[in-house]
C-alpha cells in the first residue's frame, strides 16, 4: 500500500511504477552482499592445498568437470522456450477472454490444435525418449 | 481488532505530516526494505523449524528440542554457526561466477516477494502485470543455479544443475498453464484483482473441476520448480553429495538454503492467492450473516493460514514419495502434465464462456 501511493503521486510513468523494484533490487543486493562481507570477516582463513581441490567424495579429484553432456539436457531447453513463448502467447488473450468471446475461442482453440499438433510431432519423433 | 491496513495507513500519515513528501517517501523505503529483510530472515528460519519438527511428527521422533523451548532456537543456532564458518572458493572454480550465483538466486527470490498480498490493504506493489511479473522473474533463479554448478567446476555441482535446469524449466509450463486458467476466471493479471473476484467464494470452488485440476497440476509443478522431494534430484543426497551447492560453504550455502526456502514461501503464496482467495476469509455467496463472522478473522490470519497449510502439503509429500528419475520426471511433464493442463486449459475456457462458474 504505501508504495502505490507514492508511485501514484511521484509521476504517472510507467518507469516511476517500477521504481518499488528498483528500491527492492539494492536491498536484496546489499543484504546478500553484507552476510557475504560478514562470513568473509567473521569466518577463519586456513586455506590448504587439498582443501581447495573440488569434491569427489574423497578421492583425488580427477579431471575437469566441464566435458561434453548428454544432449538430452539441451533438447528439453530448446522444446521449452518454444513452449514457453505459446504461454506467453496466452497471457494477454486470457485477460482479454471475456470481451473476445466466442470468436477468442475459436482462435485459441485453433492456435491450440496447432501447438498440440506440433507436440504430438515431438513425442512421435522420440525426442522425449530417454534410452 | 489488529489490521495491518490501519498500521501502514497512519504510518503513511504520520511521516507526511511530520516531514516533507520526499523524506517520508525515503523513511517508507527504508522501513519497507528493512520489513523486507526481517520476513526473509523471520521465513527462514521458522520453515528450516516447521520442516525438522513436520518430519519428526512424521516419523514418530522428537525432532529438535535442545536449544530453547521445543528447540524453537535451533535453527537461529544453526545460522549464527554458518556465520562464523570459512567460505571457500574452490581452485578451478570461475572465481566471479562462483560468488556472484549467491546473488542471483537470492535477488530473484526477493524480488518475487514485492507483488505478493499479505493482508487486505497490505501488498508492497501492487502492479497490474502482478502474476506475470512472479512468472517471469521466478525463471531467472535458474540461469542462478546453473551459474552455481558450472561455476563450481565439480561433477557432482554440474550434473545436478543441468538436471534442476531440465526440471525447473519443464515445470513452469505446466505451472504457467495452470496460472492462466485462474487468470481465464478473473480476467486480470493483478494480484489485488484476483483476490477481489473471490469475494464471493475461492475459485477452487468456484471454478468446478477444472479448477481443482488445475490446482493439482500446480501444486505438482511448484514442488518440482523448487527442486522438493520428490523431485529433489538437483541435490538427490544419496547420489550427488548435495548437488549445485556442493562446493559453497558457511553464508554462502546457507543463502542457497534460504532462497530455497523463501520460494517454498512464495510458491504457496501464489497458489493460496490463486486458489484459495488469499487474505479473502472463506465466504460463501450471498450469505451475508455468515461472511460476516468470517470477517471477524483478521485477513492476514487468512492468508498465512492458507500459506502454511499449503507448505505443509509439499513437506507432506517429501516425507511421502520416493524420489523420482530424471527420465521418469521429464516423462511425468511433458508426456502427462504439459498435454493435461492444455486440454483442462481449454476444458477452463469452456467453463468460463459458458458461465458455468459461480
Same mark, same amino acid.
Given at each position: ?14 518507469v ?8 527492492? $533490487?539494492?536491498?536484496?543486493a546489499? $543484504? ?13 582463513k ?51 477472454f ?34 | ?23 517520508? *517517501?525515503l ?34 521422533r ?11 532456537f ?16 574452490p ?31 497490505f ?7 502482478g ?7 521466478s ?35 505446466s505451472?504457467?498453464l ?63 553429495t548435495?548437488g ?30 490463486l ?54 520426471? *521429464?516423462? *511425468? ?20 464462456i ?5
Open positions: 500500500m504505501i508504495f502505490m501511493e507514492v508511485s501514484s503521486a511521484a509521476a504517472n510513468t510507467t516511476a511504477n517500477y521504481l518499488p523494484i528498483v528500491i527492492q $533490487f539494492i536491498f536484496a546489499g $543484504f546478500v552482499g553484507t552476510t557475504m562481507v560478514a562470513t568473509h570477516l567473521l569466518g577463519p586456513l586455506q590448504t592445498k587439498k582443501k581447495l581441490q573440488a569434491f569427489e567424495s574423497g578421492i583425488k579429484s580427477v579431471g575437469n568437470a566441464r566435458q561434453p553432456f548428454a544432449v538430452k539436457y539441451f533438447l528439453t531447453a530448446i522444446l521449452f522456450v518454444l513452449f514457453d513463448v505459446e504461454v506467453i502467447f496466452l497471457y494477454p488473450w486470457a485477460v482479454n471475456m470481451e473476445l468471446g466466442w470468436q477468442g475461442v475459436i482462435t485459441m482453440g485453433l492456435f491450440m490444435g496447432l501447438l498440440l499438433a506440433g507436440f504430438v510431432y515431438i513425442v512421435k519423433s522420440g525426442a522425449l525418449d530417454w534410452e | 481488532m489488529f489490521s495491518l491496513e490501519n498500521i501502514t495507513n497512519t504510518t503513511h500519515t504520520w511521516l507526511n505530516q511530520t516531514f516533507s513528501p520526499t523524506l517520508a *517517501l523513511t517508507e523505503f527504508l522501513i519497507v526494505g528493512v520489513l523486507v529483510i526481517g520476513l526473509f530472515a523471520v521465513l527462514g528460519l521458522v520453515l528450516v523449524f516447521m520442516e525438522r519438527k513436520v518430519s519428526a511428527v512424521m516419523q514418530i522428537l525432532g529438535p528440542n535442545r536449544v530453547g523451548p521445543m528447540g524453537i535451533q535453527t537461529l543456532a544453526d545460522t549464527l554457526k554458518l556465520v562464523m564458518k570459512e567460505g571457500l572458493t581452485n578451478g572454480a570461475d572465481k566471479f561466477l562462483f560468488n556472484l550465483a549467491p546473488f542471483v538466486v537470492m535477488i530473484t527470490a526477493m524480488l518475487i516477494l514485492a507483488p505478493i498480498a499479505f493482508a487486505k490493504g501488498q508492497m506493489w501492487d502492479i497490474n502485470i502474476v506475470l511479473y512472479v512468472s517471469a522473474i525463471s531467472i533463479s535458474v540461469i542462478g543455479i546453473l551459474m552455481a554448478g558450472w561455476a563450481s567446476n565439480n561433477k557432482y555441482s554440474l550434473l545436478g544443475a543441468m538436471r534442476s535446469g531440465a526440471q525447473i524449466v519443464s515445470y513452469e509450463l505451472a504457467g495452470a496460472v492462466l486458467s485462474i487468470v481465464i476466471l478473473s480476467g486480470s493479471l493483478s494480484i489485488s484483482d484476483i483476490i477481489a473476484s473471490q469475494q464471493n467464494g475461492w475459485w477452487i470452488f468456484k471454478g468446478h473441476i477444472p479448477a481443482i485440476i488445475a490446482f493439482v497440476i500446480f501444486i505438482i509443478a511448484v514442488t518440482a520448480e523448487t527442486n522438493r522431494a520428490p523431485f529433489d534430484l538437483a541435490e538427490a543426497e544419496s547420489e550427488l548435495a549445485f551447492h556442493t562446493e559453497y560453504s558457511g553464508m554462502k550455502f546457507a543463502l542457497f538454503f534460504l532462497a530455497e526456502y523463501v520460494n517454498i514461501f512464495i510458491v504457496c503464496a501464489i497458489g493460496a492467492t486458489f484459495f482467495g488469499g487474505w479473502m476469509p472463506f465466504h460463501i455467496g450471498s450469505w451475508t450473516a455468515f461472511n460476516n463472522i468470517m470477517d471477524y478473522i483478521p485477513s492476514s490470519i487468512w492468508f498465512f493460514g492458507k500459506t502454511f497449510f499449503l507448505i505443509f502439503l509439499i513437506m507432506w509429500f517429501r516425507w511421502t514419495f520416493p524420489r523420482l528419475r530424471i527420465d521418469q520426471l *521429464l516423462n *511425468l511433464e511433458w508426456k502427462y502434465l504439459l498435454p493435461i493442463s492444455m486440454f483442462n486449459l481449454l476444458l477452463m475456457t469452456f467453463v468460463a459458458m458461465g458455468w462458474y459461480f
